[in-house]
């Protein structure tokens, strides 16, 4: 069938602000008595906010209530978003707005399916809103990667099928909830954690309408 819609995960997609995310678990992490490495953020990628909270205390071997747990929450997200109120428009990632702009041209459709309740932000900061044709963020899905939801929703709003969409993801639970959703998906990143992937890429500047027929 062929492709009519591609779909993006944001963070390390688009834009990294995995690194603004990670200075933000840090804080809170050093806040609550613990140090917090970059490799102890590997697992919080394309992790809800509240389940990548779990495992943060699962880290430092803490224990909080519900009410804290939001607190904490609540904290962490705004660092995050003054991190990201800085962020240059020259953040995007490379290839990514030439790709979407050849895409567009194409009569390809596009979609976002992130778990970032900020990704209108994001996008708006990026000044890339206006590419897309449905914005499925963390707003308006219940469940967190690997389940397809976000996806799901994503081709839903384009009026397409999942076998009529791929998706660009660069982490693992992503990968995963695209292939559950019945979607083919390209791993943009590490080709071994993105084993699954149907395609794998370093970024999107190796990208084009026709290497999409790959999957027609």
Not at 4 to 33: E, I, S
Not at 51 to 73: N, Q
Not at 124 to 146: C, H, N, Q, S
């Amino acid at each position: 069938m062929k492709i009519k819609a591609c779909l993006f995960d944001l963070d390390g997609v688009l834009v990294d602000t995995a690194k603004y995310h990670y200075l933000a678990w840090k804080r809170l992490a050093n806040d609550l008595g613990f140090d917090f490495t970059e490799q102890d953020n590997e697992r919080l990628k394309g992790v809800s906010r509240m389940r990548s909270l779990d495992i943060l205390l699962e880290i430092g071997g803490k224990s909080l209530t519900d009410a804290e747990k939001l607190d904490v929450a609540t904290k962490k997200n705004v660092w995050y978003v003054d991190f990201i109120e800085k962020m240059p428009k020259d953040e995007i990632l490379p290839g990514a707005k030439e790709f979407l702009e050849e895409l567009r041209q194409a009569g390809v459709k596009i979609a976002l399916g992130s778990a970032s309740k900020n990704a209108m932000r994001i996008l708006e900061r990026l000044e890339i809103t206006g590419y897309f044709d449905a914005i499925i963020d963390g707003t308006k899905v219940e469940k967190a990667k690997p389940d397809p939801e976000v996806f799901l929703k994503g081709a839903e709003s384009l009026g397409l099928s999942a076998e009529e969409c791929v998706v660009f993801e660069d982490a693992e639970a992503g990968v995963e909830a695209a292939i559950a959703g019945g979607m083919k998906v390209v791993g943009v990143g590490d080709p071994e954690i993105l084993s699954k992937a149907d395609m794998n890429i370093n970024s999107l500047a190796e990208m084009s309408v026709k290497r999409l027929e790959y999957f027609n």
